[in-house]
């Protein structure tokens, strides 16, 4: 299915993420080297939150708590790494030019992160988009912005000018889920009396079969296209012609 493109878009927050069971559990030198290597060809990172590592065996059980990990940020501030044993996640915050460029980006360090822990088996896999609109006109209702918006209080004279709706979902044809988080809420404040709303949406697999570079790709174009389909459903169409 093809969809417009949007020269205005929303998107403020891109993520690629995945949760496997390691065979290596690497060590800080090699988590840190997972933002080092790429560093010429993207941006230069810092650390920002060190936590201490202590190198485990494989027989030991790591409690959630326990798990260590690397965060570091582009001096930029456009790129989030976060690394542990069990877990990778790049997120791309600001400056998002196109599907293409965010996931070679974030395939370059899961490729890293494969060769120094060895997955046996991926949990989940997903990549998440935040989406913001912002300092629209007013309308006498939020379905200006959103189409689902929650129904007024049975038998009393007012309006929602403030609600969050969240839904998880699962799509038997593709084995994916879906995490929606839908916001808007009247900005009192502003000169025109606009709307803000913010649209969260994660789309993921649990369990998916295959560690191999091509099955993970396969599976987060397929989450890709259910990512799409959520946007464009979830956006009155007058907004999107705005955003065009």
Same mark, same amino acid.
């Given at each position: 299915m093809e969809y417009m493109h949007l020269s205005k878009s929303p998107i403020v927050e891109a993520s690629f993420y995945i949760e496997c069971v390691p065979t290596n559990y690497i060590d800080r030198e090699k988590a840190k080297n997972i933002t080092d290597k790429l560093s010429r060809e993207f941006a230069a990172f810092k650390v920002i939150d060190d936590r201490r590592w202590r190198v485990r065996n494989l027989s030991e059980q790591i409690p959630e708590g326990s798990r260590k990990s690397i965060i570091a940020e582009s001096e930029d501030h456009k790129i989030l790494i976060v690394v542990r044993s069990n877990y990778l996640s790049v997120t791309l915050r600001r400056g998002y030019t196109g599907w293409s460029e965010? &996931?070679?980006? %974030?395939?370059? =360090? *899961? @490729?890293?992160?494969?060769?120094?822990?060895?997955?046996?088996? &991926?949990?989940?896999?997903?990549?998440? =988009?935040?989406?913001? *609109?912002?300092? *629209? +006109?007013?309308? @006498?209702? +939020?379905? %200006?912005?959103l189409k689902e918006v929650p129904a007024p209080r049975k038998g009393l004279a007012c309006v929602p000018v403030e609600y969050m709706l969240k839904d998880t979902q699962y799509y038997p044809d593709s084995d994916l889920f879906s995490t929606v988080v839908q916001s808007e809420r009247?900005?009192?404040? @502003?000169?025109t009396m606009s709307w803000r709303a913010l649209v969260d949406i994660d789309v993921f697999a649990v369990d998916p079969k295959g560690v191999q570079m091509d099955t993970i790709r396969e599976r987060i174009e397929k989450a890709r296209k259910l990512k799409n389909n959520l946007f464009f459903t979830l956006i009155h169409e007058e907004i999107l012609e705005i955003l065009k």
């Open positions: 965010f &996931i070679t980006l %974030a395939f370059k =360090y *899961l @490729s890293k992160y494969i060769d120094y822990t060895c997955p046996v088996k &991926i949990n989940k896999i997903g990549i998440r =988009y935040v989406n913001e *609109l912002i300092n *629209l +006109p007013l309308s @006498s209702h +939020p379905k %200006a912005i009247l900005m009192r404040n @502003s000169p």
